[in-house]
């Protein structure tokens, strides 16, 4: 056993060093202008590498402008995880696709990978020649009402700055703003000055059409001076000087939604559109009563979350429908906002065969290459099969007489006879029984109407579904009618029950309330329950009739 040990210990070091031998490779953004620096990132957790990447491939199209390490311990479910990072500052030597080559580092090598280097708008650059200034453009001059138009905000300063430096919030009227990711900080030569780049972006979503004014930002910063050489024994370093500087204002034409776009549509104006669907389980085998979760994703690029409407609810006579709540959420890329909505509902099939499900449509317009288009998923059939556990045996009612077998049909007449004997008898017991003195009537056997109404309050007071569930089935076995019966006469019941059910069925049981179920159950309507024959005091009539 020990010599298997020790022969078995070096592969499993080796499988481990092998699944943790990886350079990961990737940048803080793939497009850039000329004269600007990027940061490569390079990570890797395996602790037997040791030294550092080879930057000897990146000369020929990059100048290394800085390196950094940073190491990182993470403990996560009580297991320790060491990160090693690299980071380094690049500046592209050449205009257009850049690629950043595989870095070796020990026996791993990153994944290359390429960068959009575009060559920078050289205008205003009298302007450029202040130590801090601040630039404000726009990804288009127009675009359509509701639709993403992109705000970037880049201030430069080639002097070093405090760290009070603020800009004015953005504040724009009739329109939604949404801050695209973190602040950016890099580095860009200009005129062979370096200079310090803080960049923000932001999507702009006018509500109205017209034109829309961006009005001029300001920032303000505090400027670090060196201490002159006759002040060198001054105590402390030398308030710096106070600098405002302000971006132009800009102007955005806001076009109307087009006329020939569906007036019943709601209208959605972006740059690509996607829809999807996932089933859990898949429908292939399902049976009558079978719950399947269906998924529909609508994944839009160039607008929010909060943006898109809601999809077309599956109403299809034979499934039962319990939605969930839509799940929004949003995504920062290179081109703006990716704003996904993904809507969840239960379908449960209430007959069996062919159930047809029709096609999912959803009309947008494509602002990229501006006309109406169309983005639907095809309709599908569900075959649902009977569920043999649901079946119940019922009488054929269809045996023609000449199928009876004789001796079924003598069976049939003895047990008749038997049947008006025994009737006879018991109508002659009870006919004694009337002359009889009134005697205790026995203690009932099982829990009384009183107390399955009373499980019934506590149940749906405590918001438990399947609880409130089997409380109100024990009730309604003690009833003069079901409570279909019930439900179909008295509609807060029908509403009610419609509530429990969805709670069963789908994944919001745990916000059901079953106040309005109790308070259904307490006003049925006198005349319909069913009376406690004991009473409240638990005592037969006193006069028998």
């Known amino acids: 056993m020990t010599r298997f040990t020790v022969l078995l210990l070096p592969l499993l070091i080796c499988t481990a060093t092998a699944h943790a031998a990886e350079l990961t490779a990737s940048v803080d953004r793939s497009r850039l202008n000329s004269g600007e620096t990027v940061e490569l990132t390079l990570e890797t957790s395996d602790v037997t590498q040791f030294g550092k990447p080879d930057l000897t491939p990146l000369e020929p199209l990059f100048e290394v402008r800085g390196t950094r390490q940073v ?58 020649l202040d130590p801090v200034f601040i630039e404000a453009s726009l990804d288009q001059s127009s675009v359509y009402v509701q639709a993403q138009a992109i705000l970037t905000l880049r201030i430069y300063h080639s002097v070093s700055l405090y760290d009070d430096s603020s800009l004015t919030p953005l504040q724009i009227a009739d329109a939604r703003i949404e801050q695209l990711g973190d602040t950016r900080t890099y580095e860009k030569d200009i005129n062979g ?15 109205h059409s017209g034109l829309l004014t961006i009005a001029p930002q300001t920032f303000s910063a505090t400027l670090v001076e060196t201490q002159p050489a006759q002040d060198s024994t001054a105590q402390g370093p030398k308030p710096g000087k106070l600098m405002r500087v302000n971006s132009a204002q800009i102007p955005l034409t806001v076009k109307p939604k087009p006329l020939t776009y569906p007036i019943d549509a709601p209208w959605l104006p972006a740059r690509s559109l996607s829809l999807s669907e996932s089933w859990n389980p898949e ?76 096609t999912v449509d959803v009309v947008w317009w494509n602002t990229f290459e501006d006309h109406l288009e169309h983005t639907s998923l095809p309709a599908r059939t569900l075959q649902v099969a009977n569920n043999p556990s649901l079946q119940v045996d019922t009488p054929t009612g269809s045996l023609q007489p000449s199928a009876v077998d004789n001796d079924a049909l003598w069976w049939w007449k003895l047990s008749t006879l038997i049947l008006a004997c025994t009737t006879l008898l018991g109508f002659g017991l009870w006919w004694r029984a009337r002359w009889q003195p009134a005697v205790h009537r026995a203690a009932q056997t099982g829990p009384s109407p009183r107390t399955l109404m009373d499980d019934i309050k506590r149940a749906s007071q405590a918001n438990d579904p399947h609880a409130t569930r089997q409380a109100l089935d024990a009730w309604a076995r003690q009833q003069p009618e079901t409570l279909a019966d019930m439900a179909a006469r008295f509609v807060p019941l029908s509403d009610a029950l419609d509530g429990l059910n969805g709670a069963l069925y789908s994944e919001t049981g745990q916000h059901w309330q079953g106040e309005d179920l109790w308070r259904a159950i307490r006003t049925i309507p006198a005349a319909e329950r069913v009376q406690d024959p004991v009473g409240d005091s638990g005592l037969p009539p006193l006069y028998p009739k």
């Open 71 to 128: 190491n990182q311990l993470n403990t996560l479910s009580g297991d320790n995880r060491a990160t090693t990072r690299w980071i380094i500052t690049l500046l592209p030597k050449e205009n257009g696709s850049v690629l950043i080559p595989p870095l070796q580092l020990g026996d791993v090598q990153s994944q290359p990978i390429t960068v959009q280097v575009v060559e920078s708008d050289n205008r205003e650059d009298n302007n450029k």
């Open 193 to 207: 000055v370096r200079h310090g780049v803080i960049e923000m972006r932001y999507a702009i979503y006018p509500q």
């Open 283 to 358: 429908p292939e085998h399902t049976q009558v009563g079978d719950s399947l979760t269906r998924s529909l994703t609508l994944k839009v690029e160039g607008l929010a979350s909060s943006q898109l409407p809601a999809m077309p609810a599956t109403e299809v006579n034979g499934l039962r429908r319990y939605p969930d709540q839509p799940v929004l959420s949003n995504q920062s890329s290179d081109r703006g906002l990716i704003g996904s909505r993904e809507e969840r509902e239960a379908l449960v099939p209430s007959r069996s065969g062919s159930i047809d499900l029709p």
